[in-house]
C-alpha cells in the first residue's frame, strides 16, 4: 500500500530533530545545529514537513522545505529557500513539489515580491523543479558549496 503522505509547518522542538537527521541522510551539505534554529525559530511558519504515519500513528519525516522572509536592502520583502529534502525512497511522487508549492504561497501571503535560492549546478532534477515554477537561473556562483561545487542562483518574481 502506498504511504499518505500530509504536509504541515514546524511545529515543535522534536521536529528539528526529525528535520535534522533527514537532512543529514539526504544532502550533502553540511549544516549546523545554529543555521537550523536561524530558520525554524525565526520562520516557523515557512518550514514546511512532509510526514507519513505508521499504523500506531507516530510521525516520520520524509520531506522537509526551509525558508525564511525579510527585508531585502530596505526595498522590498524577499523569500529565501535555504533547504528542500524529500527522502530518497519517495523522490519523484510530487512531495517536493508540494513543498515548494506551499513555500510560495506562504512567502506570497508574507508579503514577499520575489524569491531566491541556490541550487548546485549538477543537480538537473531540482533545476527543472524550480523552472517549472518559474524560477530562472540569476547567476552562476562558482565552488559555493563544501564539495567544490558550483551552484546557480535561482530567481523568481512574484
Request: net charge neutral; charged share 30%; glycine share 6%.
Amino acid at each position: 500500500m502506498e504511504p499518505t503522505v500530509t504536509y504541515r509547518t514546524f511545529e515543535a522542538e522534536g521536529d528539528l530533530d526529525a528535520l535534522m537527521d533527514l537532512v543529514d541522510k539526504e544532502l550533502s551539505e553540511p549544516y549546523s545545529i545554529f543555521t537550523y534554529r536561524y530558520f525554524v525559530c525565526g520562520w516557523p511558519q515557512l518550514c514546511f514537513l512532509a510526514v507519513e504515519r505508521d499504523d500506531g500513528g507516530k510521525e516520520h519525516c520524509v520531506g522537509a522545505l526551509v525558508c525564511k522572509a525579510d527585508l531585502h536592502k530596505q526595498q522590498h520583502m524577499r523569500g529565501y529557500v535555504a533547504m528542500l529534502v524529500v527522502e530518497r525512497r519517495l523522490r519523484k511522487r510530487g512531495i517536493a513539489k508540494e513543498l515548494v508549492n506551499l513555500g510560495i504561497q506562504r512567502m506570497v501571503e508574507e508579503g514577499c515580491r520575489e524569491i531566491v535560492l541556490e541550487a548546485e549546478v549538477t543537480n538537473q532534477a531540482a533545476l527543472n523543479l524550480y523552472s517549472k515554477f518559474g524560477f530562472i537561473r540569476d547567476k552562476r556562483l562558482h565552488r559555493y558549496y563544501l564539495t567544490g561545487t558550483d551552484a546557480y542562483r535561482l530567481k523568481l518574481s512574484l
